[in-house]
């Protein structure tokens, strides 16, 4: 089996979360608009939770921008350049941006793309909650960022 | 006081407790509690999972059609076994009694997407460190990148298995997440020529990867037969689907189930009445639900569904080199494996081997490609649909009214099945491993081996970056915390 078909577009933003569990929605949101802006050469996945498969998601991008809402974040989100750690849970549940790196590694041989954590702080995330008005406006402040990011001239 | 040993200690309140808990802010999650007395000897073991009832009110007052797409966001990791189950109780609510070929096959497609890709997960990224390598061996190798390091192909195919399964899934389903393949009545897309052959192009080479799995864990058993054959196993009675033939059927079927002997408990019930065959009983120290078989009653009718119970208990499996590995796995050690708690993995990767058989089959049955897509027929006010999920039996239960709203929803998750089990594994552990000794890491990771060997669901269909870490505490009889280890995650 081919760990790769075609030529993937350079960044790939990999956006997480159950849009009906409240705050955590704030990740399928912000990838919502991102393909709503159709920017050249940025692909947009949005996903439950993270897996070891989408280490092959990563294969031939330049950049990577993991789109997560956290609760400890701080306020109103965080941006941190993140590295491989093979760190993996006692369920099969889901795993962190970090360990999909090391598996990246893993399966594959040439150097992993440069990628980030854009983790916006969420309050709430019970199902069938809609998002906090906390959120909302951490989610607009992570919007911005995420734009200056993929595109510096991009409309603040 | 229970009649189950170690359930309940006769005086907790002059123990030790040990909590073993993985602290989420999700509402789904596990926790183990050991209470120990001043010789360290178990005196009450407890697995408590935190039920998500919050499910029914969910769905309760939605229109019945967006039901299979809603229910995919109650759980992140089988997303497609909530979609089929919920199609299947909503095709009698439109009267659909029996699908098309084309509906059929492709649902079944789906759904062996979806047993391939996440026993894949478990075996090769979250129990193979653990088998490879010993249950308390060092922590710092005891993961998969351990596993890459000494054994990088296996760690390779594991991905690449996960990989296909999600591919069959986005063909069958639409898409990776949130598919819409299967509506009540049948399926809203057939596979294309295209899509059948780049799926069957990798299908032989994923056949071949799950028999070295199955050859894997054999030998795992042959090296380390005496704790394979030990560790946590128990007598349990068993409840699964059968095809009306007696073959495994992990899509369709009647219930079946026996006591530990094998003796027939009942065969073939129509599951369109499960609530006559299964009650659950609450306990007060539990949030999760205790099933049981009426005709048993709650004291012995407990029951384990599974990858275990449904390679054991069908007649054959109707794929040759599947059934060849489950007689295989019947007759080693005679019959001992097949009854062990670790033989969970081998059954596992035994139905990885028949779903990939399965994918083949219907790769190359030109009724995957049709047109004849939807069934309807007389509009019923309730629906009940049962699969065969990849951690065992799941119950989809709904009563539609005259609006084509939801009024009543009611659902049995695998988990909660073995919520039983789970208990009686822990405590098995809890009294050869434990008992008398000085808590370690590596011990309590005994304890962790166990309830993995069922991969229990923890509802956790969000995840959010903070929180899933593993808290160990050690607490005196005073509820003091004496000393902790957290295990954490980013």
């Known amino acids: ?156 | 006081m229970s009649n189950f040993p170690l359930e309940t200690a006769a005086h907790p309140e002059q123990l030790r407790r040990v909590v073993i808990e993985p602290v989420s802010r999700v509402e789904g999650h596990g926790k183990v509690t050991l209470l120990m007395d001043e010789d360290d000897h178990v005196q009450q073991a407890r697995l408590h999972i935190v039920e998500f009832r919050a499910f029914e009110k969910f769905i309760q007052g939605r229109p019945y059609w967006e039901v299979p797409v809603m229910v995919q966001r109650l759980c992140g990791i089988c997303p497609v076994s909530h979609h089929l189950a919920a199609c299947k109780a909503l095709d009698q609510v439109v009267g659909a009694t029996q699908l098309t070929p084309t509906a059929e096959k492709l649902r079944r497609l789906m759904h062996y997407g979806q047993i391939l890709q996440s026993h894949a997960l478990h075996f090769f990224h979250l129990s193979s460190p653990d088998l490879l390598f010993g249950f308390d061996s060092d922590l710092a190798k005891r993961n998969i990148v351990g596993v890459a390091a000494e054994y990088p192909e296996i760690a390779r195919q594991g991905v690449l298995l996960r990989k296909y399964g999600q591919e069959v899934i986005r063909h069958t389903a639409g898409k990776r997440i949130h598919g819409t393949g299967a509506v009540p009545g049948g399926v809203n897309k057939s596979l294309t020529a295209a899509e059948r052959d780049e799926l069957q192009k990798d299908v032989y080479q994923m056949i071949a990867w799950s028999r070295e799995a199955v050859r894997l864990v054999k030998r795992l058993f042959e090296q380390d037969l005496e704790n394979y054959r030990s560790f946590g196993t128990f007598e349990a009675r068993t409840l699964s689907l059968v095809r009306a033939d007696g073959a495994m059927d992990l899509y369709h079927g009647g219930l079946r189930a026996q006591h530990a002997d094998g003796r027939t408990i009942f065969d073939h019930v129509d599951y369109d009445h499960y609530w006559d065959q299964i009650s659950e009983e609450v306990k007060a120290w539990s949030y999760m639900k205790f099933p049981y078989l009426r005709v048993l009653g709650h004291e012995d009718g407990w029951y384990r569904v599974g990858p275990l119970t449904r390679v054991t208990r069908c007649d054959f499996i109707p794929t040759p080199l599947a059934d060849r590995e489950r007689r295989e796995f019947m007759a080693f050690d005679e019959g001992r494996a097949a009854k062990s708690t670790l033989g969970f993995h081998w059954a596992r990767m035994i139905e990885i081997l028949h779903s990939a058989e399965a994918i083949k089959d219907l790769l190359h049955d030109d009724d995957l490609l049709g047109s004849d897509l939807m069934a309807g027929g007389e509009r019923q006010a309730r629906g009940v649909g049962v699969i065969e999920a990849p951690r065992g039996t799941l119950i989809h239960h709904y009563r539609v009214d005259e609006n084509d709203q939801v009024a009543r929803a009611n659902l049995i998750v695998s988990t909660t099945h073995n919520n039983h089990a789970m208990n009686i594994a822990i405590r098995e552990v809890a009294k050869k491993y434990l008992d008398g000794r000085k808590l370690t890491e590596g011990l309590l990771n005994h304890i962790e081996v166990a309830v993995r060997a069922f991969d229990p669901c923890l509802s956790c269909a969000t995840h959010a970056i903070g929180k899933m870490p593993l808290e160990v505490q050690l607490v005196d009889a005073e509820g003091a915390v004496i000393d902790s280890l957290v295990r954490n995650s980013r």
């Open chain 1, 1 to 156: 089996m081919s760990v790769s078909g075609g030529t993937p577009a350079p960044v790939l933003v990999l956006a997480v979360g159950n849009p009906s569990r409240g705050d955590d929605a704030i990740g399928p949101e912000l990838a919502a608009r991102l393909e709503a802006a159709a920017l050249p050469g940025v692909e947009v996945i949005t996903e439950f939770q993270l897996q070891v498969e989408n280490a092959l998601d990563l294969v031939g991008r330049e950049r990577v921008i993991f789109v997560d809402a956290g609760l400890d974040t701080p306020v109103p989100f965080e941006l941190r350049r993140i590295e491989a750690v093979p760190e993996f849970l006692h369920t099969s549940h889901a795993i962190s941006p970090e360990a999909v790196l090391a598996t990246f590694a893993r399966v594959q041989d040439g150097d992993a793309p440069e990628c980030w954590v854009l983790c916006v702080r969420g309050e709430s995330f019970e199902l069938g909650e809609p998002l906090s008005g906390a959120a909302a406006a951490h989610l607009e402040a992570a919007w911005t960022a995420l734009g200056r990011l993929l595109r510096p001239e991009f409309p603040a």
